[in-house]
């Protein structure tokens, strides 16, 4: 396997996040349900996708499962990025809570990011589960929540520090 690419003939999309950082992010806000997964790569005890408690996350109801301070959680296939952030913005705005990987270039990223989400830049490249290195991209989180609209953070993530 190559690095995780995000389009194009021979993309993998379903690398998964890797452990560390999952729990890493898991200190800040406590996620429930992945959103986007199957057996092989989920990070929730429940995710939506194949084999998963519902097989269509955008069939899903998704403010049904982030309430009373449980998060969800989103590595996206970043293939097609926008629906997703389509979906979070819409989501987000009723208060509930997703934190989402994405690559800080994502298509759509200047259509539902600013002024909707938070976003913490990943300090260091992200190292996908089944790929052989680093993704060729940097990556972020964007906080789907209005408490979080507008801010911005580098987050050195290996050491749990904030450089901005």
């Not at 429930?32 to 069939?59: P, Q, Y």
């Not at 970043?78 to 800080?104: F, Q, T």
Request: with cysteine.
């Amino acid at each position: 396997m190559s690095a995780r690419v995000s389009s194009g003939e021979g993309s993998k999309q379903d690398y998964g996040t890797p452990w560390p950082l999952f729990r890493a992010i898991q200190k800040y806000f406590h996620c429930t349900v992945d959103l986007a997964a199957h057996e092989g790569n989920h990070k929730c005890d429940i995710w939506f996708g194949m084999d998963g408690r519902i097989k269509n996350s955008f069939a899903a109801r998704w403010e049904d499962w982030a309430c009373e301070g449980k998060w969800l959680w989103l590595n996206p296939p970043y293939n097609d990025i926008e629906p997703w952030y389509a979906r979070c913005h819409a989501v987000s705005s009723k208060k509930c809570g997703i934190v989402s990987l994405v690559p800080m270039d994502a298509a759509g990223w200047f259509d539902h990011v600013p002024g909707n989400a938070g976003i913490w830049h990943l300090k260091g490249r992200v190292h996908f589960d089944g790929a052989e290195q680093s993704g060729s991209k940097d990556s972020a989180l964007h906080i789907w929540h209005p408490d979080y609209v507008g801010q911005f953070k580098v987050w050195d993530w290996k050491r749990d520090k904030f450089l901005i």
